[in-house]
Structure formats: C-alpha cells, structure tokens
C-alpha cells in the first residue's frame, strides 16, 4: 500500500508491519524499548512497564491473561 502511493519515500515505524517493504527503525527516546525488545513487567501500584529481560530479577512471577483471544504473558514484581 505505502509503496504504491509513495514509491520513492522511507517509511519510518516504531512498530512491526508486515507489509512493509523497506523500514527504518527509528529511536523515539533515549531509554525507548520496543515491546519485541523487551517483556511486560506488572509492577507493585498496579501499573505495566516494558523492560529488557536481562534487566530483570530472576525470582520474578511469571503470569499470563488472554486478552482478545491472544496469551499475553508477563512477570510480576515482588
């Protein structure tokens, strides 16, 4: 689609497509992690972050909610 109607532009995405021919990653933030980079971390008031698993305690719970049919798996602070 992009490519018909743009056949000589760069398309920038923070987001996995696959129609996509040719993409650019682009770095939104200094810190930014992208969620194919990273886990979902539940953390202690109730909120979700995405950190990178090498960053992450080894005695953390891992859990999982189906969300619209898809398995969503996180780990839960302590």
């Not at 933030?29 to 992690?33: Q, T």
């Not at 969503?72 to 839960?76: A, E, F, T």
């Given at each position: 689609m992009y490519k018909s109607k743009f056949p000589k532009s760069i398309h920038l995405s923070a987001h996995?497509?696959?129609d996509i021919?040719?993409?650019v990653g682009i770095v939104l933030?200094?810190?930014?992690?992208t969620s194919?980079?990273?886990?979902?971390?539940l953390n202690k008031?109730?909120?979700f972050s995405i950190k990178r698993k090498k960053d992450?305690?080894?005695?953390l719970k891992l859990s999982?909610?189906?969300i619209n049919g898809i398995i969503?798996?996180?780990?839960?602070e302590n």
């Open positions: 996995y497509q696959q021919g040719k993409k933030s200094p810190r930014s992690i194919w980079h990273g886990v979902a971390l008031d109730g909120s992450l305690s080894k005695n999982s909610k189906t969503c798996r996180y780990h839960i």
